[in-house]
Every structure is written in C-alpha cells, then in structure tokens.
C-alpha cells in the first residue's frame, strides 16, 4: 500500500527524548509505520509521496483534555455586573444566561466554529463537554455530525446534572448511555464518554449511577472537581469531608474517572489522586477568568498524577493555553524550574492522550496512530534539541501551523482547512451568539 513520507526539519517523536534533526514518518492508512532519518526514508520508500517540510516540526497533534464547544456563544456576553465569585458566576450568569439558552440551532454553528479553531490551532484530538440541559435529548448526536465532517478524533459527553430536576438528570445520564452506545457500533473516530457535574449538584446515587453505566460501557467517567473554593466548603458542611475524599467514600475515586479544574485541593487530596489514579485535565487560562485560584498542577505531576491540558473554551488558541501553563505555576510558586516546557508539551500530547484513555495516540511511533501537525521553526533566536520545546510555546501560535492530520488524514494543509466555510461559519455563530444573547437579556 503507497504510503506518505512527511520529512520535516525537526521530529518531536515524545517527551521522553530530545527533538531529532532531519527525521521524519511514513504514514500508511491511518499509521505511522517508520520513523527514520530523512534520507533513510526517501531510499526506502522512493514511490511514496513526499511532504517536503524543510523549516518545520512533526509533533503528536495537541490533545485537548477540555473544552465546552457551545462556549465561543457566551464570549462579550453583555453583563449589568460582573460575577464576585465562582458561585455567582454559575448561578447568576452561566447557568441562567448560557447553558439555560443552548439550542440545536446554537449547537451547530459553535461546534462548526470550534472545530476549525482547534484544527488551526494543532489539535487533532478533544475531549467536549456539553452543558445545555434544556437542549436534551438529542445533543450529542447534533455535536457528532458537524465533527465528523472536519474529521477529527473527538469525545463528546453531556454533563448530566439535578440541578434542573431529578428528571432531567436521568435524561442526561441517558444521552450519554445512548450515544457511547451508538458509537461502539459505528467504530469511527468519534466515541462518547459518562459525566455529571458535580458533587453539589448531584447526589451519592445520581454519581454511583453515572458509574455503573460507564463500567457497563468501558468509559472513563468525568466530573468538574473543586474548581473554586464553593465545592470543598459545601462537600465538608454536607459530607464530614472535602470532595476527592469524598469520592473515594463512594467507592468511585479510580484510574475510570477524570477530573476537571481540581483548584482548590490541598495536600491530602492531591496525594489521594495519585493512589487512586485518577486523571486530572488543567485548564490554567479559564481557572483565572472565574477568580478560581491556580491549581496545584506542579506537585501532581510530581506525585506521577496523569494530566492534561485544556481550554475550557475560553481562550481556543492552544498555544496560549500552553504559554499560561508554563508560566502561571512559576510565579505562583515563585520558581522558575516549575513547569518545565517539556512537561507542558507532554500535557498536550501524550499525557492528554493518557488521561482521556485514548490508545496509541500522543507520541510519533511505528504502530501508533498518525495524529501529527507540522509547525514553522523560524523562531527569532536559535532552536536547538535543548531548547525546541521552551522557543515552540513561547513563539508559536495558530498562524504557525502548517499541517494537521488525524487518523492519518489531512485536516490542514499549507496552513488551509481541507473541510468548511471560515467566513461562514463564523457569520454563523455570530448570529447564534446573538439569538443567545437576546433569550439572557
């Protein structure tokens, strides 16, 4: 079968070893199935179709552990005031403002816009979390469809709650159920995961629940976890404890759940995660747009924690959710070793792949799936193997990457979407942003 040889100037094959010079891939199907040196590549493979990428990076494509693609409609929201705090921000603005107001209609230009933000942005892999309890049922598939177009390796879930009603908590449980179902049957790219919100908006039963239908199904279970200081003190009023604590109570703090934001945690909690194996997604830029604090990222990768990096659909520009990483923990803790860039590269990648279970995805291997981005090198002083990944978070952003590919297929190519509309889908959301708007005010 012909096959495609990429030779870049620069392979970041993983984290574990220094960036190579002049080595590439060749991807058959939806495989890497060589990596070599260029000119080893060329003489073995001389029928195969050639990606000249002189002045470039091959990378694992980012893996986005985090993000609510309906998020880009609630952006310049108009506000009489600004939120005080994380629970006001939840019950005065998101809840009632955002989530209360998603429609289908709405769903299909965000998840639309999104997908080509993430694309241009590196990534070629994303985990979503959909909060719109009156959207149900239904959801899931709406997000499916529009994703499947753009061709890129997705997890989507509905973020069950009882915050509504009992009975609408059970319909969320149930779009999950349902919609991992159907994708164990179609075998794409795209699978589903179980989720609720939190432990203050769902009971003991409510979470063992989720965790029956997700062992029945062979998923990981997500949850937010301690994202302000709200949760740990109403988890210690109601519960004698704080929430991981909590968790491992239930019997269901495990390597099957993922945890989102984990801000507020002390260090009991944190070492609690790592014996139980619990995986963690850090979303450094939006835990600062709430007032939530910084998490304790640095000493959960050090207790061996598995982590990743998310956007939160705050801020999509991937780049800067890896520059906040690198440089929020260094002044909050006011040690410049603190978050290494390539432990930031790793969360991005592999350590993304890991904490969303995804297998074989993150790292540049024979075996391993083809989910790669290629990224311009002409960083303004010189990069060499001990200093590529520190000048690639600094210096890079979207504009920079000139190719990604999921599952062996091109997304982006010479910097340009190989699917969709941008100026229409951006008129698009633009109009939904505005019916949501109008339904807030």
């Given amino acids: 079968m012909p096959g495609i040889l990429i030779l870049p100037e620069w392979l970041i094959a993983n984290t574990d ?23 080893e590549l060329i003489r073995s493979f001389p029928d195969d179709e050639h990606w000249e990428a002189s002045g470039q990076v091959l990378s694992p494509g980012f893996v986005n552990t985090h993000t609510h693609l309906y998020g880009v409609l609630s952006h310049g929201i108009p506000l009489s005031k600004a939120p005080d705090g994380f629970w006001p921000f939840l019950k005065d603005f998101w809840w009632p403002m955002v989530e209360d107001g998603i429609d289908h209609e709405m769903l299909r230009a965000a998840v639309e816009w999104q997908c080509q933000l993430m694309i241009h942005s590196g990534i070629s892999s994303f985990y979503d979390c959909l909060e719109a309890p009156h959207s149900l049922p239904g959801n899931l598939e709406v997000e499916s469809e529009i994703v499947k177009k753009y061709g890129l390796r997705a997890i989507l879930s509905f973020e069950a709650t009882q915050r509504v009603s009992q009975e609408n908590g059970e319909l969320g449980l149930r779009e999950n159920a349902q919609f991992i179902d159907r994708c164990h049957q179609r075998d794409g790219l795209i699978s589903g995961m179980m989720c609720y919100h939190t432990t ?114 705050y801020i999509d520009n991937f780049f800067e959710v890896m520059r906040g990483a690198f440089l929020i923990h260094k002044a909050n803790q006011c040690d410049p070793r603190k978050m290494p860039a390539r432990l930031v590269w790793h969360m991005a990648t592999e350590g993304g792949a890991r904490a969303l279970d995804l297998k074989n995805v993150g790292r540049i291997q024979a075996g391993w799936q083809a989910d790669l981005q290629l990224i311009e090198a002409d960083v303004p002083t010189p990069a060499g193997d001990w200093n590529l990944f520190d000048q690639l978070i600094l210096y890079r952003n979207p504009e920079h990457v000139r190719m990604v590919m999921a599952a062996g297929k091109p997304l982006l190519k010479n910097g340009r979407l190989t699917f969709g509309d941008e100026q229409q889908a951006r008129q698009a959301v633009s109009a939904q942003a505005a019916r949501l708007w109008k339904k807030a005010m």
């Fill in 17 to 39: 070893e220094p960036p190579r010079r002049e080595t590439g891939v060749r991807v058959v199907g939806d495989l890497i199935t060589d990596v070599a040196a260029n000119a």
């Fill in 200 to 313: 203050f908006t769902c009971s003991a039963d409510f979470i063992r629940r989720a965790f029956e239908l997700s062992g029945a199904r062979d998923t990981l279970v997500h949850a937010h976890c301690s994202e302000g200081t709200y949760e740990p003190e109403q988890a210690l009023k109601n519960f004698g404890m704080r929430p991981i604590a909590y968790y491992d109570h239930l019997g269901v703090l495990s390597p099957n759940m993922l945890l989102s934001q984990c801000v507020q945690i002390d260090a009991d909690e944190a070492d609690l995660l790592a014996r139980r194996g619990a995986h963690v997604s850090h979303m450094p830029l939006s835990n600062c747009e709430v007032g939530a604090g910084i998490a304790p990222i640095p000493q959960l990768a050090a207790a061996g924690v598995t982590l990743g990096l998310g956007s939160d659909s």
